[in-house]
């Protein structure tokens, strides 16, 4: 009986702790809207709300046309062909998305600011200046960092698809290029869309690039992300009833539009109607190598090269404006920020700690939900699994703004009728870690899941008949087993919350400023080469624990 009790207690306890942290603020959100539905049809209605709609709805669709045309051809090249190097080509295309796109932001910006970028000074004389601060801009940045998702997700569907289907095509004499067309890529289809629903998603949910892009335009294209964040930071209580309205479209957009795909495609079905599927043999590209180098070298050169060069180069540079000669490199800029700014380690402290607390509480929720939904047949465990996805799906803007109504007012908790226990969380690094770690909380369910699915559950089975208890059980026989996936989980939230920068801007305060936070104002407030300095830092510790992420799990786990 006691068995029962500690694990129902345990169980219920993380089912409870999940309620109050998605269900419960996300309900919130709704039912601010229902209380208050005359603000709501007022934001609506502003010009200004329906115009920044509109640019995310072309900002998405835009982004998802630049991946699909680029991604998919680079994914068959390093999935499907006998490309010169393709696992090595396949590794540095990952690196886009492995480094926040923000960061990404900072270094087009620094190259194509159309009043002193360092390309535009190049091409003076040659061509009118570009200008970065636009939805072009925008999609263009974005497009970049997303399309490692589109490729890995052709590359991944094209290795599993039954080489037999091709095969047969070209005994029947169709071409090389019309079996691509008609078999390969028809067949792909459903990997294709898995890699083209998360850029939808992830592109109506950006704040980052549509931030940095529209601080810097005489007359910036506002995204419903960035107008969310104009309506709490000029007046938060006024611009609250605008958010809610704004934050209920960003979601119908964010998970409407991947929905819709899905919806679709579901309506074309292909089936491998053989035995066992045998591995494809590359394609031979032959004559068009050389092309095919050009192109995956390109993508390399402009996507991964550029940008960390940009960055690394502008960190050196004492003055700006004076350009890229030998005179103006120097390394005083790393010892200034690093060093003579005590806010900036402060900051780096703040988000090592945050993103390790939100990566164990997390790794503890995500694995606890996660045996349940697959060790128990408790009723609605699909369910709970599910609300423990959602808040990934759900852009960080409005998951930001669900927990600020929930969590903002003070909390008072009475024991006993005589203890009083308050507690405010607004402003706060509990907040922040809270949301880092409800935001990122489908990683360890979703790896606690895959490592169950490989392991017998009898080894549990007879641990309880030789005695054991739960707890005993959990701790000897299945934490151990599944340390790999826990532990790939834990890096999996640990990167991404170091980095995070939407939900922290909108959560911070002044006392608890992380390193997205700090970045963002040295680049706000015209410090190009120390906001430089910050994201080399950012980016060698997310690049270095992807790589040791990789290492750990021999390669199946990372970007």
Do not use: H
């Amino acid at each position: 009986m006691r068995l029962l009790d500690t694990r129902t207690a345990v169980l219920g306890g993380a089912v409870a702790l999940l309620t109050g942290l998605v269900v419960v603020p996300l309900g919130l959100l709704g039912l601010r809207l229902l209380a208050d539905p005359a603000a709501g049809i007022e934001a609506l209605g502003n010009g200004l709300n329906l115009a920044a709609a509109l640019n995310t709805l072309i900002l998405s669709l835009s982004v998802l046309a630049f991946t699909v045309f680029v991604g998919v051809p680079l994914g068959w090249l390093v999935g499907r062909t006998d490309l010169p190097g393709a696992r090595t080509w396949r590794a540095v295309c990952t690196v886009p998305y492995v480094v926040p796109p923000y960061i990404t932001a900072i270094a087009w910006i620094t190259l194509l600011n159309p009043t002193n970028g360092l390309l535009n000074r190049a091409m003076a004389g040659i061509a009118g200046p570009l200008d970065i601060y636009t939805l072009a801009g925008m999609t263009w940045v974005m497009g970049l960092a997303y399309t490692p998702f589109v490729m890995l997700a052709t590359a991944d569907s094209l290795s599993r698809m039954d080489a037999s289907l091709e095969e047969q095509a070209r005994i029947a004499g169709a071409s090389p290029l019309r079996t691509l067309f008609a078999i390969t890529l028809p067949m792909a289809a459903p990997g294709i869309w898995t890699g083209a629903s998360f850029v939808l998603a992830a592109s109506a949910a950006s704040f980052g690039v549509p931030y940095l892009l529209a601080s810097g335009a005489v007359e910036p294209d506002f995204v419903l992300t960035t107008r969310i964040y104009q309506a709490l930071d000029l007046d938060p209580a006024t611009g609250r009833p605008v958010a809610v309205a704004l934050s209920l479209v960003l979601l119908a957009i964010g998970i409407g539009l991947p929905a819709l795909g899905r919806l679709l495609q579901g309506r074309r079905k292909f089936t491998t109607v053989t035995g066992k599927a045998t591995r494809a043999a590359p394609f031979a590209l032959g004559r068009a190598t050389p092309a095919a180098l050009a192109f995956v070298g390109a993508y390399s050169a402009v996507a991964v090269a550029l940008p960390l060069v940009t960055i690394a180069v502008t960190s050196l540079m004492g003055n700006f404006g004076r350009g890229l000669g030998a005179d103006n490199l120097t390394l005083a800029n790393y010892s200034a920020v690093l060093f003579e700014r005590s806010d900036t380690l402060e900051a780096i402290g703040r988000s090592l700690f945050l993103a390790a607390a939100a990566a164990t509480g997390a790794v503890l929720l995500g694995g606890l939900l996660g045996w349940m939904a697959k060790r128990t047949d408790a009723r609605g465990r699909q369910v709970v699994v599910s609300l423990a996805r959602l808040p990934y799906a759900v852009p960080g803007t409005v998951l930001a703004l669900a927990l600020i109504l929930a969590f903002s007012q003070e909390i008072r908790l009475i024991v006993l009728e005589r203890l009083t226990i308050g507690l405010a969380l607004a402003d706060t690094l509990w907040m922040l870690g809270l949301a880092y770690m409800v935001k990122f909380l489908a990683f360890p369910v979703g790896n606690t899941e895959a490592g169950l699915e490989a392991t017998d559950a009898s080894l549990e089975e007879q641990a309880r008949i030789a005695g054991a208890g739960w707890g005993t059980t959990m701790a000897k026989i299945t934490g151990p087993l599944l340390l790999p996936n826990l532990v790939a989980a834990w890096f999996l939230v640990f990167m991404p919350a170091f980095s995070e920068v939407t939900m922290s801007i909108l959560l911070s305060g002044p006392d608890t400023r992380v390193v997205g936070t700090l970045l963002f104002e040295l680049q706000t407030y015209g410090d190009p080469p120390s906001a430089a300095v910050l994201a080399m830092v950012v980016t060698v510790l997310v690049l270095g624990g992807n790589a040791g992420l990789r290492v750990m799990s021999r390669g199946k786990v990372g970007l």
